[in-house]
């Protein structure tokens, strides 16, 4: 959705309808709902100079001399590479997957393995069906949160949290169909 879709409301009502019913206390303003950018999706990170955060899809290098692509990864800026390279040429710092239907859980213990034989401190891996995330700090070590538990950042992101809940309510709310104009 972008913002050019969704009219300028005149009431807090109508943005609500303009957005498909979704809850009022889930409107955020700043970004106005269809402007978000890159930027302030990472608005934990950029103002605190923490380091470097990765979308999906791009490579990063694993040991021995492997590449792997999480959904999402963070680097602390002291691990950065100077200058960078094409090819991520580190591991970062945390590693994000969400699976998939054609995820096995040996493919997901192997790539743990790969991360934190590499150098990686954090790994989540995010199960929306069953509404849990992994949280492994260690190949062999990790804990289950549910969609009641908060997720926090340890101590790589220091001070992060992300409530599961609003979480798995927001990749629910972009599976809806929108509303015909």
């Known amino acids: 959705m ?10 807090l009502g109508e943005l609500v309808h303009d957005l498909g019913g979704i809850p009022a206390d889930r409107v955020r303003l700043h970004p106005y709902p269809g402007a978000a950018t890159e930027a302030d999706a990472n608005s934990f990170v950029i103002p605190r100079i923490l380091g470097f955060v990765i979308q999906p899809d791009a490579l990063t290098r694993m040991l021995p001399a492997n590449v792997r692509e999480p959904d999402v990864s963070f680097t602390r800026t002291s691990r950065l590479p100077n200058p960078l390279p094409q090819i991520g040429g ?4 945390l590693c994000v997957d969400v699976l998939s ?5 040996a493919d997901m213990l192997n790539k743990r393995q790969e991360y934190f034989g590499s150098g990686c401190q954090l790994g989540c891996e995010f199960d929306v069906e069953a509404r849990t995330n992994k949280v492994d700090t260690k190949p062999a070590a990790s804990r289950e949160l549910t969609q009641t538990d908060t997720l926090d950042g340890g101590g790589v992101l220091a001070g992060f949290t992300l409530p599961l809940a609003d979480l798995f309510r927001t990749f629910d709310d972009g599976l809806r169909p929108l509303p015909s104009p």
């Open 101 to 105: 239907p054609n995820n096995t859980s």
């Open 90 to 93: 580190w591991c970062p710092d």
């Open 2 to 11: 972008s913002i050019a879709s969704i009219p300028c409301a005149a009431t």
